[in-house]
């Protein structure tokens, strides 16, 4: 079975300060790792993924995270956040080849950043 | 493009009534899914479908019926609601492939009492 864990229902960060989202995960095989974030109301938005290759991902808003396998981590982060960063973030894995093909999601980190 | 768009964006329901709510997409995608979002427990699969006439069970089925009669909607029943089936409903659609991401509709905020 995968899985994935975000320790932390809220992280909170004064704008301009770098910030970390956390996310472990479980699964069998090498994951694809996804995040998404969500603003009040609307549905989720695609972040960045790992699939392969580089470690460190870059993707959308200047968001970046880095796929750790020994630790089976794979945290959000951005290097200066910014009060409209405040949302809801998601982290969710596929595990490749087991004929799953939807995603599992973690329980969700609320960001706030303060001005 | 509009995306994937659902209807409608808020209901209210009493126990026992039934209701469909309808998703569609215009990215022609073969994979769409169904998932409910309940406070601090992330997003659950419902329901999915992998193309046109095929349906297949996700995580929390029971109580939700799914058809896919034509490729670009899917559509989530509920023949007899209950509340414990009050919450946020996503639709969500992708490519074909494992590591292509989901595009997610804006929602459906369903209320059962």
């Known amino acids: 079975a995968q899985s994935v864990a975000q320790p932390e229902d809220q992280v909170n960060v004064a704008e301009g300060n770098p910030l970390t989202v956390k996310c472990t995960y479980s699964v069998s095989g090498n994951p694809y790792l996804f995040w998404y974030v969500q603003y009040p109301n609307r549905g989720l938005q695609f972040l960045l993924k790992y699939i392969t290759g580089d470690n460190l991902v870059k993707g959308s808003y200047g968001f970046e995270a880095e796929f750790n396998k020994s630790q089976t981590s794979f945290h959000l982060k951005k290097p200066s956040a910014l009060v409209s960063d405040s949302a809801l973030y998601f982290c969710a894995v596929r595990a490749p080849n087991t004929g799953r093909r939807a995603l599992t999601f973690g329980s969700g980190t609320r960001l706030q950043v303060q001005p | 493009n509009a995306g994937v768009t659902q209807t409608p964006k808020f209901r209210v329901l009493k126990t026992g009534q039934s209701m469909t709510l309808l998703c569609a997409q215009d990215?022609?995608?073969?994979?769409m899914y169904w998932y409910r979002q309940d406070p601090g427990m992330g997003l659950r699969l419902i329901h999915y479908s992998v193309g046109e006439g095929t349906t297949a069970k996700g995580e929390v089925p029971d109580g939700y019926n799914v058809s896919r009669l034509k490729k670009q909607n899917f559509l989530l029943g509920l023949e007899s609601a209950a509340p414990s089936q009050t919450s946020v409903y996503f639709c969500?659609?992708?490519?074909?492939?494992?590591?292509?991401?989901?595009?997610f509709g804006p929602g459906t905020r369903l209320t059962v009492t």
């Open positions: 990215m022609n995608h073969e994979y």
């Open positions: 969500a659609s992708s490519e074909p492939g494992q590591y292509y991401e989901q595009y």
